[in-house]
């Protein structure tokens, strides 16, 4: 009885220092946990629908700078013609006609295209930062979901292999009638619950793993640590991440493109001019040599009062509303920053209460299986307490890797990257 009293006792102990010191599925290693959600957001990011497309869509976005920076708004063209008297008189009447034409800037308007191509240049770099942002946060959470799902199963194991020491015990005592066939069954039970528990932790992790590797492609690593919050500071009201948050980017960059529409859609009030050089090669009949002329054509369209209300009203709509979202996202990222430094603060206050709760478990836990082995507690009370124990156990880990989320989450509100 004193050998299995030990041997529980020791099992226990290395439960509360595997816990307090480093819990499965994860260690204190921050430059771990860095490198680690680096590797996988790389991976992650490699594999994303969206990030595949981006590369083409910034090579549409450079084509139309270079559009903009051209002498032209568009490409030339070159006309050809010819008219004879073969089909009447035949006389030998023929013209020969050529005519080079290219459309030209309105006054304005390139310049307005310039900078339109450059703002939106910039916001393609600000929606890759931006997408690059939510997969970190998607990551994140499966990050730390797998974490706490490797933490339930390694509580469940140690409690099944516990529960079938403490059954195997009762077993041997209920043989030489020291304990009663209700003390058996509860202990078998125990068993029982303990390995239905698993099972479930096993299903969870199951789901968890499956999870990650959608994102990354590749299995979770061993070692799961936590990172480095960062720490949230205002001047002046305005968070000191805001001027770098790459939503905050995205926004600004979508409103300046938009308001960059604006202009061009005013410098546009007409169809572009169009410029063109003539040559004619004609004679009136055979008996006569063929002469050249050459001239100017200028082509200048009217501008429409309705058409012109229609684009810009169009693109004054689009600006507003990018104004719009610009402030509403600036009011978002503020208040997510706000509520993840107070989720983080309360996660390390619950850490330290469950440190608490898990000595006092287990100084209780000790007492009574003393009091068990002696004969001075029944069953039910040890499964009970050693319930409470396992509680107690279970919750430390899971504030473990709440605080571990909790810091991510900051990471994530403050548009840090990992």
């Known amino acids: 009885m004193d050998m299995i009293l030990r041997r529980w006792q020791r099992q226990l102990l290395i439960c509360a220092v595997s816990l307090i010191f480093s819990l499965p599925g994860y260690a204190a290693d921050v430059q771990s946990a860095r490198s680690g959600l680096a590797q996988a957001l790389e991976q992650a990011w490699r594999l994303h629908p969206q990030a595949a497309a981006l590369a083409a869509r910034e090579a549409e976005v450079r084509a139309a700078q270079d559009i903009a920076a051209g002498l032209t708004p568009e490409p030339g063209s070159v006309s ?3 008219i004879g008297d073969r089909l009447n008189r035949n006389q030998g009447k023929q013209e020969y006609e050529i005519e080079l034409a290219t459309p030209l800037w309105l006054p304005g308007q390139r310049a307005a295209r310039e900078a339109e191509a450059s703002s939106r240049i910039d916001e393609a770099s600000g929606r890759r930062s931006a997408l690059r942002l939510e997969l970190a946060g998607e990551l994140r959470d499966a990050w730390w979901a797998l974490a706490a799902a490797r933490n339930a199963k390694a509580l469940a194991v140690r409690r099944l292999d516990t529960a079938r020491a403490l059954e195997a015990d009762v077993r041997r ?3 030489v009638g020291e304990l009663s066939r209700i003390d058996a069954n509860l202990a078998q039970s125990e068993v029982h619950a303990a390995g239905a528990e698993l099972i479930e932790s096993e299903a969870t992790l199951l789901q968890a793993e499956q999870a990650l590797r959608t994102l990354t492609g590749a299995v979770a690593p061993e070692e799961m640590a936590e990172e480095a919050p960062t720490t949230l500071r205002t001047s002046g009201g305005t968070s000191a991440a805001s001027e770098t948050h790459p939503l905050l980017m995205a926004a600004a960059a979508a409103a300046r493109s938009a308001r960059a529409r604006v202009t061009v859609a005013d410098e546009s009030r007409r169809a572009a001019p169009e410029l063109a050089l003539r040559v004619v090669r004609e004679r009136d009949d055979d008996s006569v040599s063929y002469g050249n002329t050459v001239g100017i054509r200028l082509k200048i ?27 509403r996202t600036q009011t978002r990222v503020r208040l997510e920053a706000e509520r993840a430094q107070r989720a983080l603060a309360a996660a390390e206050h619950q850490l330290f209460m ?25 069953l039910a009370t040890l499964l009970r307490i050693r319930a409470a124990a396992f509680d107690a156990e279970s919750f430390l880990g899971r504030q473990r890797v709440a605080r571990a989320a909790a810091i991510s989450r900051l990471n994530q509100a403050m548009g840090v990257l990992p």
Do not use: I, W
Request: proline content about 2%; glycine content about 6%; hydrophobic content about 35%.
């Open 80 to 82: 050809f013609g010819s």
């Open 301 to 327: 369209p009217f501008s429409s009062g309705a058409q012109v209300r229609r684009e810009t009203s169009a693109a004054q709509a689009e600006a507003d509303q990018a104004d719009a979202e610009m402030l």
């Open 173 to 175: 005592r209920y043989t």
């Open 354 to 378: 469950a440190q608490e709760r898990l000595s006092l478990s287990a100084e209780n836990l000790h007492l009574n299986e003393k009091a068990f082995s002696l004969g001075e507690s029944d």
